[in-house]
């Protein structure tokens, strides 16, 4: 079974742009968290999708949004970038939301923001 | 709020040796898990090992095992006869039940020198 993949891979962006990122969960999974990790903040929770719905968020402005479509995909979405966006952003798939199942995370999309 | 702290950036051990990672937790909630993540270089995030708060037994997977203190919250994994494929970043992390929202600790950075 293929893993969590997530394109692109790295990204470069200047200031004031904006940026989509995608997250492919494993097969059969239905819930896609994505996480944002910096050196300075470490690893924070930005949301979850479960079932094309947002079921949690993190503490992050607006400018950061997502979506999930029906085969789950899930893209997230950066407006107007700031410096302090450049980060790994990871997600994860889980099968579902209300027991507990294990995350698989993705590789990573490296956004470096100029 | 939950909290997750590890205590120990950087760690380092000779290779066959034991090493235990610290992380101590703060949650008013009864019901949740709690988990090791190592990060590789190469980035891709893998599950180590679980636990469930319910669970007074500490979980054990292979060479990985952890010391599960409940009441002091308290969360450490030792990992013993060290192998140079176990330096990576570690991090520990909590989940509450029915959340896919997990918070993360800083990461211990270990290093297994031959």
């Known amino acids: 079974k293929a893993g969590v993949t997530q394109t692109p891979r790295y990204l470069i962006k200047t200031r004031g742009q904006q940026v989509t990122l995608s997250c492919s969960p494993i097969s059969g999974h239905r819930s896609v968290s994505w996480y944002q990790q910096t050196p300075g903040q470490g690893l924070q929770f930005l949301f979850e999708?479960?079932?094309?719905?947002?079921?949690n968020k993190g503490n992050f402005p607006g400018r950061f949004s997502g979506r999930q479509f029906s085969n789950s995909r899930s893209e997230m979405n950066v407006s107007t970038l700031e410096l302090g966006d450049s980060a790994l952003y990871l997600c994860?798939?889980?099968?579902?939301?209300?027991?507990?199942?294990?995350?698989?995370f993705g590789p990573g999309t490296r956004l470096t923001v100029l | 709020a939950q909290t997750v702290t590890q205590s120990q950036p950087e760690m380092s051990v000779q290779e066959a040796e034991t090493v235990t990672l610290s992380c101590t937790y703060d949650t008013s909630e009864n019901n949740y898990y709690l988990f090791w993540y190592k990060q590789p270089p190469s980035r891709q995030m893998i599950l180590v090992i679980r636990q469930e708060a319910y669970k007074q037994q500490n979980a054990t997977e292979n060479r990985f095992s952890v010391n599960f203190q409940k009441a002091a919250k308290s969360f450490s994994l030792k990992i013993s006869d060290s192998q140079l494929g176990d330096t990576a970043m570690y991090f520990c992390a909590f989940m509450k039940l029915g959340n896919n929202d997990m918070r993360f600790g800083a990461g211990t950075r270990l290093t297994v020198k031959p």
């Open positions: 994860a798939s889980s099968l579902q939301q209300v027991t507990y199942n294990e995350q698989f």
């Open positions: 999708y479960f079932s094309e719905t947002q079921r």
